[in-house]
């Protein structure tokens, strides 16, 4: 009898396909194996047994007759009554059509198969590491579909839970196991390995119940790993059990995937490399800069002194110092030999940005982009590169190839990945049931954590955890423009190094580019007419000599205000002026932002930047704008700084002019109003000496702001590293937890997309890609207060007003509703 182990393939050669792909994986990651090993006293030999049984055992289950009549039948729905394997041509058999099986999922017989075996293994070749009972197998198998929780397999348990006959209802037998063995023992024989001959009754233990004894490893899995510490007497074997498990099931995970879509051309293999020399990359650099007019390209000292780099380091440099493409640099010398460069950031603008960047240096088919909106950007950028009337907008769908590089992205198995810290950092609680063939593929590379500065405490527990069960296999980067040095010795600790490890751009220190003023009396939001009055005719002054002027808020709603208050002026009235923020529609966002995007086959001044843009903090990262003038909340001087970043980037002889006013009442629950009064009384006493500050004033600025400070004293720090410590304990170190109060950001409360409700009617009929384009977040109480009875059970309708100018705005009564909480809550 021939089996099914795809609807298309037989069982003998998807498992032959998973072996070869495993084959040419576990080769080409010999390097951070053995690594584990060394690490943990691991035998390679029986490390390599282990992955093999995930590889031999991992569809064990699929022979049962419930497998088998699901297959035939999603051929008899495509009348397919004879099927042929497309790989050996054999032809398969089906199933007879009147036996009823009992709905199994395939992973349950496998993973007791693997088991089984990994048991007969550890008495013969030792256990993997300490003398305990963790079976890696075991969970690797049983959690390579599903995820590893005590609900995963709640159907099978309530069912057939203590049943006699358990694998008889589900068709399953000597003749299934039978066959399961021969093609195990084959792929054993090819890596010279004898493989146990077993019986079906030497696993079955006379009618023991299979989905009994799994349902109990998977619950008590937290009691296992809490006895393995108590008996070892050292938390860090979370780590061990962490890492292990990551690799262990990355490694099959990745085959399975690779090998079930037949992929055999080299152009997609999903651990292909980039193995590309420095001096070849700044070739690619200089193709990519000699675009743009009248810029020589030169390797900076700076950037020649990243990619010197042996291990791993800390970056300190301005805007304009090239760190992007020193990063890269130091990445393809550090990365292993077959490792993946990783490039991490604060913000999907910014990795958005990153990855159209890296795109034009290696080729879109070795790039991938991960956030929560990344397929949602693919079949935008598709459709921006079309004429209009090719497609319809209104009826966005993604394409065969754009599904298969998204879920390319989502394992991160391209070679070079872009993505967002929140997708990194989630790692650290398990968050979804991808973060172990995530963690196990991050392994051997090279990873670029860039504007590191805008961590808080809670962000940087999350990254404590992530780098310290990194560390070993892969290299770290931190970059940042301003990074004080009690933060640069404790990511060096982090690292687990004492040794100077920073580079820092010194060219720049002594050069100004911007001339600072401190408004210590008024705030950038008028408070009367008067001050009104003065606001509006310092702006048009700027204008009226030729001069750009960006207006950043700390809050949505004083965006909102000063755009209104222009708006009003007749002056204004024919000025291109653009509001900007969180609070617009995923659609009208990306048209901004597309205005807000440098061409960089023009110079400055025929940039189609508006005239006055007034924004909010998404323009401190990640958006390359050049302005004359920054009118800005007072705010923490890391943010003053990066937002006076967006003026005279290019650093021209006119010198740019940043005025920086007291700061909002509104935005005080977010920003301590402590640091920030600290922050702007250091800037004034600065600016009274000079007000054209040095990036080395600046420098000195921060270093007074976090004097005597330690992040690891840091309450949300504390606070997050113990919460962590105990959610390890209760998951037992590598159950999946999906749903969690844990977030990657420190949040005081839970947000919601929704939709806002003057959209809905217009798309509430179309597909899910269109809805999304209209979506915003907003705090889940506003959202409680002013729901839509449109709302349903997929997505959340908002009473709200809403237009492509301004954003969302709430009406008056639901202002009055909200009371206060209205004017504090949105930024």
């Known amino acids: 009898?021939?089996?099914?182990?795809?609807?298309?393939?037989?069982?003998?050669?998807?498992?032959?396909?998973?072996?070869?792909?495993?084959?040419?994986?576990?080769?080409?990651?010999?390097?951070?194996?053995?690594?584990?090993?060394?690490?943990?006293?691991?035998?390679?030999?029986?490390?390599k047994i282990a992955s093999l049984l995930t590889v031999a055992f991992h569809d064990a289950g699929k022979t049962s007759l419930t497998f088998q009549k699901t297959m035939a039948e999603l051929n008899y729905k495509k009348n397919n009554f004879n099927v042929f394997c497309d790989t050996c041509n054999n032809e398969i058999s089906l199933p007879n059509s009147d036996y009823q099986a009992e709905p199994y999922r395939h992973e349950i017989i496998s993973s007791i198969a693997t088991s089984y075996f990994s048991s007969l293994c550890d008495e013969s070749v030792g256990k993997l590491g300490t003398e305990n009972n963790f079976s890696y197998e075991f969970f690797a198998v049983v959690g390579h579909h599903k995820p590893v929780n005590?609900?995963?397999?709640?159907?099978?348990?309530?069912?057939?839970?203590?049943?006699?006959?358990?694998?008889?209802?589900?068709?399953?037998?000597?003749?299934?196991?039978?066959?399961?063995?021969?093609?195990?023992?084959?792929?054993?024989?090819?890596?010279?390995?004898?493989?146990?001959?077993?019986?079906?009754q030497d696993i079955f233990e006379n009618g023991m119940s299979i989905i009994g004894n799994v349902k109990d490893r998977i619950d008590t899995l937290p009691?296992?790993?809490?006895?393995?510490?108590?008996?070892?007497?050292?938390?860090?074997?979370?780590?061990?059990?962490?890492?292990?498990?990551?690799?262990?099931?990355?490694?099959?995970?990745a085959s399975d995937w690779e090998g079930s879509y037949w992929i055999t051309s080299p152009e997609n293999e999903i651990h292909n490399t980039i193995n590309l020399s420095t001096d070849d990359f700044w070739e690619r650099v200089k193709t990519e800069v000699k675009k743009q007019p009248d810029v020589i390209f030169k390797v900076k000292d700076f950037q020649r002194e990243l990619a010197d780099i042996s291990g791993h380091g800390i970056a300190i440099a301005p805007t304009g110092s090239g760190k992007t493409e020193g990063a890269i640099a130091w990445a393809l010398k550090n990365k292993s030999l077959n490792g993946k460069i990783l490039y991490v950031l604060p913000n999907q603008v910014l990795t958005n940005s990153i990855y159209e960047r890296m795109v034009k240096y290696f080729g879109e088919e070795n790039v991938g982009l991960l956030h929560s909106s990344a397929l949602l950007y693919q079949i935008l950028n598709r459709t921006d590169n079309y004429e209009s009337e090719q497609f319809d907008k209104n009826e966005l769908t993604p394409t065969d190839k754009e599904k298969y590089s998204h879920l390319l992205n989502r394992m991160m198995f391209r070679p070079i990945m872009v993505t967002t810290v929140d997708q990194l950092l989630a790692l650290a609680f398990n968050g979804s049931k991808r973060w172990s063939v995530l963690m196990g593929e991050i392994f051997g590379g090279a990873i670029i954590?860039?504007?590191?500065?805008?961590?808080?405490?809670?962000?940087?527990?999350?990254?404590?955890?992530?780098?310290?069960?990194?560390?070993?296999?892969?290299?770290?980067?931190?970059?940042?423009?301003?990074?004080?040095?009690?933060?640069?010795?404790?990511?060096?600790?982090?690292?687990?190094?004492?040794?100077?490890?920073?580079?820092?751009?010194?060219?720049?220190?002594?050069?100004?580019?911007?001339?600072?003023?401190?408004?210590?009396?008024?705030?950038?939001?008028?408070?009367?007419?008067?001050?009104?009055?003065?606001?509006?005719?310092?702006?048009?002054?700027?204008?009226?000599?030729?001069?750009?002027?960006?207006?950043?808020?700390?809050?949505?709603?004083?965006?909102?205000?000063?755009?209104?208050?222009?708006?009003?002026?007749?002056?204004?009235?024919?000025?291109?002026?653009?509001?900007?923020?969180?609070?617009?529609?995923?659609?009208?966002?990306?048209?901004?932002?597309?205005?807000?995007?440098?061409?960089?086959?023009?110079?400055?001044?025929?940039q189609s930047w508006p005239h006055i843009l007034v924004a909010t903090q998404v323009v401190e990262c990640g958006v390359d704008l050049d302005y004359d003038v920054l009118l800005t909340d007072g705010a923490p001087l890391e943010a003053i700084i990066q937002r006076a970043g967006r003026v005279n980037r290019e650093r021209s002889k006119e010198k740019g002019e940043i005025y920086v006013f007291q700061q909002d009442e509104a935005s005080e629950n977010f920003y301590p109003p402590e640091i920030t009064k600290k922050a702007l009384n250091i800037l004034q006493d600065q600016v009274s000496l000079n007000p054209e500050l040095t990036e080395k004033d600046l420098n000195h600025m921060i270093e007074n702001i976090y004097k005597g400070r330690k992040f690891d004293d840091d309450l949300r720090y504390l606070n997050t590293r113990q919460v962590l410590e105990e959610v390890m304990y209760d998951i037992g170190a590598i159950q999946d937890l999906p749903e969690t109060d844990l977030h990657t950001r420190f949040v005081t409360y839970k947000t919601v997309e929704v939709v806002p409700e003057d959209c809905w009617t217009k798309i509430n009929n179309k597909n899910q890609f269109v809805i999304m384009e209209h979506l915003l977040k907003m705090p889940l109480w506003a959202y409680l207060h002013a729901k839509s009875d449109k709302s349903n059970d997929k997505w959340k309708v908002m009473k709200m007003n809403y237009n492509s100018e301004i954003g969302g705005t709430f009406e008056e009564n639901i202002k009055n509703k909200l009371g206060k909480g209205y004017d504090t809550l949105f930024c």
Request: net charge negative.
């Open 1 to 47: 009898m021939v089996y099914f182990g795809k609807p298309n393939q037989c069982y003998t050669c998807h498992v032959e396909a998973v072996y070869k792909s495993w084959k040419k994986s576990y080769d080409k990651r010999k390097e951070v194996i053995e690594l584990l090993c060394e690490r943990y006293g691991y035998s390679s030999e029986r490390f």
């Open 449 to 606: 954590f860039d504007e590191v500065h805008a961590y808080d405490g809670h962000m940087l527990a999350l990254l404590e955890r992530i780098t310290r069960e990194l560390r070993y296999y892969s290299k770290m980067l931190f970059m940042s423009a301003t990074m004080p040095e009690n933060l640069i010795y404790f990511i060096s600790k982090l690292l687990g190094t004492e040794k100077n490890i920073r580079v820092q751009d010194t060219t720049l220190l002594d050069e100004s580019r911007n001339i600072f003023h401190v408004n210590t009396i008024s705030k950038l939001l008028p408070e009367n007419e008067k001050q009104t009055e003065l606001l509006m005719k310092n702006i048009e002054n700027f204008v009226e000599n030729n001069k750009r002027v960006l207006i950043v808020c700390n809050t949505v709603k004083t965006a909102q205000q000063i755009y209104e208050m222009l708006k009003a002026k007749d002056y204004f009235e024919n000025k291109n002026i653009m509001c900007f923020h969180s609070r617009f529609i995923s659609h009208d966002r990306r048209e901004k932002e597309k205005k807000l995007e440098k061409d960089k086959s023009k110079d400055k001044k025929e």
């Open 223 to 253: 009691l296992v790993v809490q006895d393995i510490l108590s008996e070892e007497g050292d938390t860090s074997i979370i780590g061990q059990i962490r890492e292990t498990f990551s690799l262990l099931k990355s490694l099959l995970v």
């Open 150 to 200: 005590p609900d995963v397999f709640r159907r099978e348990f309530d069912r057939l839970y203590d049943d006699p006959n358990e694998m008889k209802r589900v068709g399953y037998g000597i003749n299934e196991w039978n066959y399961v063995m021969e093609v195990a023992k084959s792929i054993f024989e090819k890596e010279g390995i004898e493989l146990p001959e077993v019986e079906w």
